[in-house]
């Protein structure tokens, strides 16, 4: 943690002075990061198949340019997949009357 801080120091004194008084921070901003690196992609690919390009500008902007904490993709996630626990166990039937 100290070899981090100090790493930061040299390049952004400000924040390092912040994760210095606030150790908490620097677990917020892994997460955050972490975060973003999953589902952001899960959205953009989820956007990309269903052939929403709208969502996919949006997604992808707010990627690149803003820091929202992956929210937007979480967001999109939830309230645009598909329900498909009628098609599984349709698929299931059929399979299995076929043997």
Known sequence: MEEITAQLAQLNPALASAIQQNPWILPLIILQGVMKIIFYPIALYAAAKK???????????????LNDYA???????VFNRKKTTGKIVAVAKKKKGKK
């Open 71 to 77: 929210i937007l993709p979480i967001l999109y996630l």
């Open 51 to 65: 052939q929403k390009k709208v969502w996919f500008i949006v997604l992808f902007v707010c990627f690149l340019i």
